[in-house]
């Protein structure tokens, strides 16, 4: 059964600095891993997609990597601000490919950047 | 274009009562799937359909239940609510299963 880890739960940093979060999960067959942020009592908003195949993607000041064979991924995040405190989720699906659309999500890191 | 809108945005209950919500993908995406979300459970899935076919289900009890019309509007229902029920419901739109999910804003439901 997959299960997909979050650590730290809650991490409080200053503005400015570059900062990595980290993901976790058991079973190496996964077709793709999707990280995630949420604003308090809103929805998901999307922040990049990595198919099992990559490396890593980059959007912005938005880096994450992807290790299969290690079971691991990380989230970096450059020149942190105040607009990016949030929740950050990290899912994977597993590695059925077009058969579902099933994610399996982390319990999350709650992300405080102080001014 | 419009992003994944899901109605309504929130809802109370009482025990015992069912419910019925509501999700539209973005324009031309076919998969849709649901997601209940509980401080004490996180993200979890309930079901997906893909092309008015229910592919894949959750965890969950008979209770829960959902389907897809032909334009790719889907809707859950969850009869006989419990106290337990309380989340946010999440629904999640993808143009093929190997695409990118987009979420939804959610819909969150109080049972009391």
């Known amino acids: 059964k997959q299960e997909v880890t979050q650590i730290p739960a809650a991490l409080s940093v200053p503005e400015g600095e570059n900062l990595v979060l980290n993901c976790s999960f058991t079973?190496?067959?996964?077709?793709?891993l999707q990280w995630f942020r949420q604003d308090p009592g809103k929805g998901l908003t999307s922040l990049l997609l990595?198919?099992?195949?990559?490396r890593e993607q980059t959007s912005g000041r938005l880096n994450a990597s992807l290790d299969k064979s290690s079971g691991r991924s990380t989230l970096y995040i450059a020149a942190s601000q105040p607009g990016d405190s949030a929740t950050y989720l990290c899912?994977?699906?597993?590695?059925?490919?077009?058969?579902?659309?099933?994610?399996?999500f982390g319990t999350g890191t709650l992300l405080a950047v102080q001014p | 274009k419009a992003g994944v809108t899901q109605t309504p945005r929130y809802l109370i209950k009482t025990r015992g009562q069912q419910v019925t919500l509501s999700c539209s993908p973005i324009?031309?995406?076919?998969?849709v799937s649901w997601y209940q979300q509980t401080p004490g459970q996180g993200l979890q899935f309930l079901f997906e359909?893909?092309?008015?076919?229910?592919?894949n289900k959750g965890n969950f009890p008979g209770r829960f239940s959902g389907r897809q019309f032909s334009n790719s509007r889907s809707e859950m229902n969850v009869s006989t609510l419990e106290l337990g029920d309380s989340a946010l419901y999440l629904c999640?739109?993808?143009?093929?299963?190997?695409?990118?999910?987009?979420f939804g804003p959610g819909t969150r439901l109080t049972v009391t």
């Open positions: 999640a739109s993808s143009l093929f299963s190997a695409n990118e999910q987009y």
């Open positions: 079973d190496s067959a996964i077709y793709n």
């Open positions: 990595i198919q099992s195949s990559q």
């Open positions: 899912a994977v699906k597993r590695g059925y490919g077009g058969a579902t659309n099933k994610l399996i």
């Open positions: 324009s031309g995406h076919r998969s």
């Open positions: 359909y893909f092309s008015e076919t229910q592919r």
